[in-house]
C-alpha cells in the first residue's frame, strides 16, 4: 500500500474495481485528532490504578469505529510476547450493543455476544440445573430473567479465565435503552460490577448520548474517565489547516486515472460532513463505488452531491455536536462554585493567601490562654512568670 505522499499503487488501475474500492475503504488517516484520542484512551486502560470504566464520546461519524479498531490493534501487539507463552490468554473483548427491537436492553443477548466474542464454547447451555428440594422430589424451573443471570456469571468466569486488556463496547449509547421505571444508575451498576469482579476495564463508544451515564454517582465518578473524540471545527484555523490535509491524503488514495478535486471543494466537503473524518471517508467510499461500476475515469463535484447528506440532515447532525461539546465544557464559575463549596477563596489556585484571621484583644487583666505546669504551685509560678 503507498503512502500518503505516494499516492496509490498504479497497478491498481489494472485490477477490477471491486478491488480498487477496497484499497480505498481499507485506507486510514491517522489525523491528529484521532491520535491524541487514541492516546488518551491508551493511558486510561494501561494506568497502573485501573479505572473500571472508560467513556469514548463524540458525534456520530466522527471516527470511533476507526479508534476502537487501532486501539484494539495496539493493544494486541503490546501483549503479542504474552499470547504465545499463554494460549488461553486474548488481548481484548469487542462487542457491540445492539439496539433492543423492544425498547429495552436486552442484557441476556449482550452476555452472549461477550461469551461469543471469546471463543467461549456452548454458550447456548450456559445454565445450572433446575433447583430441586431432595425431601419432596419438587423441581423448580427458572424464569428467563435468571437464565440471563447465568450468563452473567459466565461472563464474569470467562473474563478471570481469558484476561483481555480491556472489553471494548461499540455503540454503548444503546445501554440507555431501558425500562419505565429502571435507573441509569442500574444499567451502567451492571457493567462496573463486571469491571470491579475481574478487574478489566470496560471501554463504552459511544455518540453524546452517552452523557446520561456522566456523574451518576461519586463512586463513579471516582472510577470513570473520559475521552473526548471531537469533531475538526473551521473556526480554528490550525484545525481547518489539518482537514484540508486529510482531504488531500484522500484525494491522492482515489484509485482513478484523473485524479479528483477534493481539496478545490474543501467548504463543501466540511460543510456536508460537519468536520467528521468519519462521515467524510464513508460519503467518498460510496461516491467512489458508484464512479467504478459506471467505468467513469475521474470524480466530479456533481458525484459528490449525488451522495451527500442533506442540509436537513447536517444541521441536525451539527446541533447534536455543538450540544454535547457544550455539555462537556465546564461552565464559567464552575469552580468558583466548588472552592465555595468547600470553604475555599473563590479565586484561582494559588493567586490568593488564606485568609488569617486577626488576632483577639484582651481584656485588661485577662490572662492569655497558655498551659500551666504540672506539679508546680501556682505561686511558684506566678513568682517565676513575674522574673
Same mark, same amino acid.
Given at each position: 500500500?503507498g503512502?500518503?505522499?505516494?499516492?496509490?499503487?498504479?497497478?491498481?488501475?489494472?485490477?477490477?474495481?471491486?478491488?480498487?474500492?477496497?484499497?480505498?475503504?481499507?485506507?486510514?488517516?491517522?489525523?491528529?485528532?484521532?491520535v491524541?484520542a487514541?492516546?488518551?484512551?491508551l493511558?486510561?486502560?494501561?494506568?497502573?490504578?485501573?479505572?473500571?470504566?472508560?467513556?469514548?464520546?463524540?458525534?456520530?461519524?466522527?471516527?470511533?469505529?476507526?479508534?476502537?479498531?487501532?486501539?484494539?490493534?495496539?493493544?494486541?501487539?503490546?501483549?503479542?510476547?504474552?499470547?504465545?507463552?499463554?494460549?488461553?490468554?486474548?488481548?481484548?473483548?469487542?462487542?457491540?450493543?445492539?439496539?433492543?427491537?423492544s425498547?429495552?436492553f436486552?442484557?441476556?443477548?449482550?452476555?452472549?455476544?461477550?461469551?461469543?466474542?471469546?471463543?467461549?464454547?456452548?454458550?447456548?447451555?450456559?445454565?445450572? /440445573?433446575?433447583?430441586?428440594?431432595?425431601? $419432596? #422430589?419438587?423441581?423448580?424451573? +427458572? &424464569?428467563?430473567? !435468571? =437464565?440471563?443471570?447465568? *450468563?452473567?456469571?459466565?461472563?464474569?468466569?470467562?473474563?478471570?479465565?481469558?484476561?483481555?486488556?480491556?472489553?471494548?463496547?461499540?455503540?454503548?449509547?444503546?445501554?440507555?435503552?431501558?425500562?419505565?421505571?429502571?435507573?441509569?444508575?442500574?444499567?451502567?451498576?451492571?457493567?462496573?460490577?463486571i469491571?470491579?469482579?475481574?478487574?478489566?476495564?470496560?471501554?463504552?463508544?459511544?455518540?453524546?448520548? /452517552?452523557?446520561?451515564?456522566?456523574?451518576? $454517582? #461519586?463512586?463513579?465518578?471516582r +472510577? &470513570?474517565?473520559? !475521552? =473526548?473524540?471531537?469533531? *475538526?471545527?473551521?473556526?480554528?484555523?490550525?484545525?481547518?489547516?489539518?482537514?484540508?490535509?486529510?482531504?488531500?491524503?484522500?484525494?491522492?488514495?482515489?484509485?482513478?486515472?484523473?485524479?479528483?478535486?477534493?481539496?478545490?471543494?474543501?467548504?463543501?466537503?466540511?460543510?456536508?460532513?460537519?468536520g467528521?473524518v468519519?462521515?467524510l471517508?464513508?460519503?467518498?467510499?460510496?461516491t467512489?463505488?458508484?464512479?467504478?461500476?459506471?467505468?467513469?475515469?475521474?470524480?466530479?463535484?456533481?458525484?459528490?452531491?449525488?451522495?451527500?447528506?442533506?442540509?436537513?440532515?447536517?444541521?441536525?447532525?451539527l446541533?447534536?455536536?455543538?450540544?454535547?461539546e457544550?455539555?462537556l465544557?465546564?461552565?464559567?464559575?464552575?469552580?468558583?462554585h466548588?472552592?465555595?463549596?468547600?470553604?475555599?477563596?473563590p479565586?484561582s489556585?494559588?493567586?490568593?493567601?488564606?485568609v488569617?484571621?486577626a488576632?483577639?484583644r484582651?481584656?485588661?487583666?485577662?490572662?492569655?490562654?497558655?498551659?500551666?505546669?504540672?506539679?508546680?504551685?501556682?505561686?511558684?509560678?506566678?513568682?517565676?512568670?513575674?522574673?
Amino acid at each position: 500500500m503507498g503512502t500518503a505522499t505516494e499516492g496509490f499503487p498504479r497497478d491498481l488501475l489494472s485490477r477490477a474495481w471491486t478491488e480498487r474500492l477496497a484499497y480505498f475503504q481499507a485506507y486510514t488517516v491517522a489525523h491528529p485528532l484521532l491520535v491524541e484520542a487514541k492516546q488518551k484512551l491508551l493511558n486510561a486502560i494501561q494506568e497502573p490504578v485501573r479505572n473500571s470504566l472508560v467513556m469514548v464520546l463524540g458525534p456520530t461519524g466522527v471516527g470511533k469505529t476507526t479508534l476502537r479498531i487501532k486501539t484494539e490493534q495496539v493493544l494486541t501487539k503490546d501483549l503479542l510476547s504474552e499470547l504465545e507463552v499463554d494460549r488461553a490468554r486474548i488481548p481484548v473483548v469487542s462487542v457491540e450493543a445492539i439496539a433492543p427491537p423492544s425498547g429495552n436492553f436486552h442484557w441476556r443477548d449482550h452476555f452472549k455476544r461477550m461469551l461469543h466474542a471469546m471463543d467461549e464454547p456452548l454458550v447456548e447451555q450456559k445454565e445450572r /440445573l433446575p433447583l430441586s428440594s431432595a425431601a $419432596s #422430589g419438587i423441581r423448580f424451573t +427458572r &424464569s428467563p430473567r !435468571v =437464565h440471563g443471570e447465568e *450468563y452473567h456469571h459466565a461472563v464474569e468466569q470467562a473474563l478471570r479465565f481469558r484476561r483481555p486488556a480491556a472489553v471494548l463496547i461499540d455503540e454503548a449509547q444503546h445501554l440507555a435503552k431501558m425500562a419505565s421505571g429502571r435507573r441509569l444508575l442500574d444499567q451502567l451498576d451492571v457493567i462496573k460490577s463486571i469491571a470491579n469482579c475481574t478487574r478489566t476495564v470496560h471501554v463504552l463508544f459511544g455518540t453524546y448520548d /452517552l452523557l446520561a451515564f456522566r456523574n451518576l $454517582s #461519586g463512586q463513579l465518578s471516582r +472510577r &470513570s474517565v473520559d !475521552v =473526548h473524540f471531537r469533531r *475538526y471545527q473551521a473556526e480554528r484555523n490550525e484545525e481547518r489547516r489539518v482537514f484540508l490535509n486529510v482531504i488531500c491524503s484522500f484525494e491522492r488514495q482515489v484509485p482513478l486515472p484523473e485524479p479528483p478535486s477534493l481539496v478545490e471543494n474543501w467548504d463543501y466537503l466540511y460543510e456536508r460532513s460537519i468536520g467528521c473524518v468519519g462521515i467524510l471517508k464513508e460519503w467518498l467510499v460510496k461516491t467512489l463505488g458508484t464512479v467504478l461500476r459506471r467505468g467513469s475515469p475521474k470524480l466530479t463535484l456533481g458525484d459528490l452531491e449525488e451522495h451527500a447528506l442533506s442540509v436537513s440532515q447536517c444541521e441536525k447532525m451539527l446541533a447534536e455536536a455543538t450540544e454535547g461539546e457544550a455539555r462537556l465544557t465546564e461552565a464559567d464559575g464552575a469552580r468558583s462554585h466548588l472552592r465555595l463549596a468547600l470553604g475555599l477563596t473563590p479565586g484561582s489556585q494559588g493567586s490568593e493567601k488564606p485568609v488569617v484571621s486577626a488576632p483577639r484583644r484582651m481584656r485588661p487583666g485577662q490572662r492569655r490562654p497558655e498551659r500551666d505546669p504540672i506539679g508546680v504551685s501556682m505561686a511558684a509560678h506566678a513568682n517565676s512568670v513575674a522574673t
